[in-house]
């Protein structure tokens, strides 16, 4: 067994590949003249440089926050990254065809081929290569419809209003250590509006992808549905193998006005590191949705990369009636670390949270299930479930469980269980003897544990994450 | 903040009635320059985030120096559980009261005495034991206890002594106590083999005063030893009260506890039980009252340290008022520690729109080996049971009251001592029938 263990662990990180492409990488550092840098180079108005230049002021007062998390790394150097790093394009991208063939190639390997898709699979993608979005499939099919759906910066010059009306208005620039900095930096992103009463008629998609070695991604994607309307986004990411940890601070904004529904899935299997802990991707993510009356968010997360993950998926529940969910699988393995949850902050009457929370350590793994449910006052009627399970395979890993209920108002329930426990022997002993062998015994039991979750998951991603899960975990029993 | 106490501190050391054996200068030194060193915790303090203790770190209080007025033994009837055959130390305003005190006749291997007494005629036997448990560096409440401490119970219970009567260690304040506070502390040894009941208190005789109780019990389970520990707490309702138990228990032992919490402005209560080897279980319950704008806070924290243990907990508040109640409870189990059961429970009952509950049930696991649970629920009554009540004739008001009364009896019932439990049952009705 433990032959088949050892090679298992150390199966190679199948999207550890580099693409050759030349980059217009900024000097590494942080100051002022950076901002204005990455503002010029993204030709943008004078408000938004502005409101960077304010992150970046209130960022540099803010200290990184190392006392609650659970989670150890050697501090970032902030001054020896750089904060902007573009593929090097001649002339501006007319359309998809035009995009660098390498780009695509890399796309294509990462299993996401932009044309076949859009014939195909009919998701629309956006693809974000380190910091810049590189093209946008489907866009005049949305257009139709009067869906946006474009980078971030597309967003900024052809439709200011939303994007000056809504930026910040759900994490705020001064929100936390890393959402300010992104707010200071961030080079690209995805922007979604969604009009009035439309539904949207297909999964939206983004890609991220850093590439460049010493450089953070910084996207920052900001969906709005409008009242009444509906749409799902998928988002997935990879890295290449590096020895050095890269940084990822992204910020999500969600706005579901009034009877809008948002549900946002993610697939996350950044770098993780080599079995020693060395390199990988530190991921600090601040995502965050505002719920109005009768509105909708669900996350949903299958986060099985990074060496840290550090995201807290969070729903404020403004509106009455409004109703959030939060559905994750957080596996660690090798030397991962992860500190993730939810918050769901009740604040409307009769508003619903579910939280349910899947978190499996193996190897030397260190897994933390942080949430919040608070209940204000005035939020009458309110309801919240959670649930988190922790799975345990080997005693070198941990897992870890902080709730914080904060209730104030008697006439809401809220309801918490967790549980702890290994794969059960006897589980593994009754598959083994239908004629299973152990790896796919463990993995038909492990995705059972997960069900809950997956189930959630657009139908491409949940097949996804199934193998991504596997991939993750396999032979890590013994 | 800290400045008083340094001073109050330095004044006792120069004085020539020393405050015990040499072996605990050291102690209290240490325990002093850690308090000095780190002052009260702040509210980014992750374990005080909670709990509102300004007051306290704003108050001037001076130490506490027991009762100059007379006090008779009627006065503590409602304090003793209708046994003054029980062994009874009584500390009044944190100084022991001889007169009041009444210690029975004993089996061979016990002893009961005042800690200022034990520290005269018992050094060696309890030198072992004494601030060995309770490390001063985890918190700095414990440390100014340690510093400062001078009174309060030892109750010594040697190997093999099956002890059936319980011994009560009984803190009463009265009127003089306003401003002043006490640093009572407590130790509980149970050696090998043996038995015992123990119950410390909490009570007061003037429920307007605001005074101030920092008690650390240190309790030691020996090997196959049991120990059946009932905490009261019945402070006045403007006094406050920060308190630790620290347990340690050995092989084969049964540590059961019972923290009871009805008093105090702001009362919090650290109960940390370490099972330091294997087939060791540990039953902790609680259970609180709060009314007005009262603030009960307990922490707990049980250390799963070897194979093999069971450990299970279950807390139960009931709150009204514009009160509030944290509950915040961690299961540590270690990479050794297989086989651990551990469950916790936390469940809150909020009987007023104006009342606030703050839960925090935490895990943290490093074996895979275990089934660890844990459960927080907050809410009000059940409308179904009420409207099953109502409908075979109960008024509101009782139907409510019975269903109240029910879900605090689930942890109450667990009281072994059934003088302790009639005692419980009649404050929470008492409490109910007061609203």
Known sequence: MSSTVESLVN???????VTDIESDVAPKGLNEDIVRLISMKKQEPAWLLEWRLKALRGWQKM????????????????????????????????????VDPKLLDAYTKLGIPLREQKLLAGVAVDAIFDSVSVGTTYKAKLAEQGIIFCSFGEAVREHPELVQKYLGSVVPLSDNFFAALNAAVFSDGSFVYVPKGVKCPMDLSTYFRINTAETGQFERTLIIADEGASVSYLEGCTAPKRDENQLHAAVVELVALEGATIKYSTVQNWYAGDEEGRGGIFNFVTKRGKAAANAKISWTQVETGSAITWKYPSVLLQGDNSVGEFYSVAVVNGRQQADTGTKMIHMGKNTRSTIVSKGISAGRGQNSYRGQVKVLPKAEGARNYTQCDSMLIGNRCGAHTFPYIEVQNSSSSTEHEASTSKIGEDQIFYLKQRGLNTENAISIIVNGFCKEVFKELPMEFAVEAQKLLGVSLEGSVG | MTEPFVQEFEARAGTATADGPEWLEPIRQAAMERFARSGFPTARDEEWRFTPIGPIVQGSWRAASGTSGELGREQLDSFIFGHPDWTTLVFVNGVFHDALSSVGPLPGGVRVASLAEALRSDGASIECHLARHAPVDGSPFTALNTALMREGGVVLVGAGVDLDMPVHLLQVSTAEAAGTVAHPRNLIVVERGARASVIES??????????????????????????????IQRE???????????????RDSHYRSFSFAMGGALARHNLHVRLNDENIESLMYGLYLTRGEQVVDNHTAIYHDRPNCRSWEVYKGILDGRSRAVFNGKVFVQPEAQKTDAKQTNRNLLLSDGARVDTKPQLEIFADDVKCTHGATVGRLDDLARFYARSRGLSTSAAERLLTYAFAAEVAGEVALVPVREELDRLVFERLGSR
């Open chain 1, 11 to 17: 199966k190679e990180y199948k999207y550890g590949f």
């Open chain 1, 63 to 98: 200290s990184e926050p190392h006392h609650w998390p659970n989670i150890t790394y050697t501090p970032v150097d902030y001054q020896s990254i750089s904060y902007y790093s573009a593929p090097r394009t001649k002339t501006p991208l007319g359309s998809i065809d035009d």
């Open chain 2, 202 to 231: 909490y009570v007061t005789l003037a429920p307007g005063r605001s005074y101030w109780t920092n008690p650390v019990t240190e309790v030691a389970v020996a090997a196959g030893a049991w120990l059946e520990h009932t905490r």
């Open chain 2, 236 to 250: 006045s309702e403007a006094a406050f009260h920060v308190g630790l138990t620290q347990v340690d228990q050995a």
